[in-house]
């Protein structure tokens, strides 16, 4: 089976400094992982995506994520936090058949000005 | 391009009373899902859609809950009778199909019906 585990239910940075967003996952395939955000009472948007190519990943607005392997890691990174990045966070995993999306439990980003 | 459209955005119900949500996917994608988001979780696969036939309904409570989508277009969820604990956003998403290319594939999430059960 397959699962994600965000490491941090909260994370709370000041403006212009680095995030990081903890997400590891559990697999018995080589997995397609995904970012995405939801910012409050708006849909779900995918930051960026992991699908077996490059395993530094580039997204939107900034963020980067790293596939690891070795330490079934797939954090999400941004250098520079800005506050329109607070929202809710969610890694997923989709499953090896079917095309279902496996959400983490969410990381809430707070950004402090 | 449409996106994938939801109606009614909120709904109030008291406890044993039936509702029911509507999603129209965007157009040309065969598969469709119906996701519960659960206040402060990450939301959760109820059903999944290939054209008009159902591809796993593992998580969905059937006592309780039925969805369809007659025409392998649009789709109605509905929940009878209602539980306090069916408060959640409730999503819909749909993409082309389940393989192949991540373009393909990729899941387009609608902007949910927020239901509150009193």
């Known amino acids: 089976a397959q699962s994600v585990t965000q490491l941090d239910s909260h994370v709370s940075v000041s403006e212009g400094t680095p995030v990081l967003l903890r997400c590891n996952y559990s697999s018995s395939y080589s997995p397609s992982l995904f970012w995405y955000v939801q910012h409050p009472n708006k849909g779900l948007q995918l930051l960026l995506k992991y699908t077996s190519a490059a395993t530094l990943v580039k997204g939107i607005n900034g963020f980067e994520a790293e596939f690891k392997k070795s330490e079934t890691s797939f954090h999400l990174t941004k250098p520079s936090a800005h506050m329109s990045d607070a929202a809710e966070y969610f890694c997923?995993?989709?499953?090896?058949?079917?095309?279902?999306?496996?959400f983490g439990t969410g990381t809430s980003l707070t950004v402090i000005p | 391009e449409a996106g994938v459209a939801q109606s009614p955005r909120y709904k109030i119900i008291e406890k044993r009373q039936s509702v029911a949500f509507w999603c129209n996917p965007i157009s040309g994608h065969a598969t469709l899902y119906w996701y519960q988001q659960i206040l402060g979780q990450g939301p959760k696969l109820l059903i999944q859609?290939?054209?008009?036939?159902?591809?796993?309904d593992s998580q969905l409570p059937k006592d309780r809950f039925s969805a369809e989508r007659l025409k392998g277009v649009d789709s109605t969820l509905k929940i009878q009778p209602a539980k306090l604990e069916d408060s959640a956003v409730y999503l819909c998403a749909s993409s082309f199909g389940t393989s192949g290319s991540f373009g393909y594939y990729e899941q387009y999430f609608g902007p949910g019906t927020r239901l509150t059960v009193t």
């Open positions: 859609f290939q054209n008009n036939g159902v591809v796993d």
């Open positions: 997923v995993v989709r499953s090896e058949t079917g095309n279902q999306f496996y």
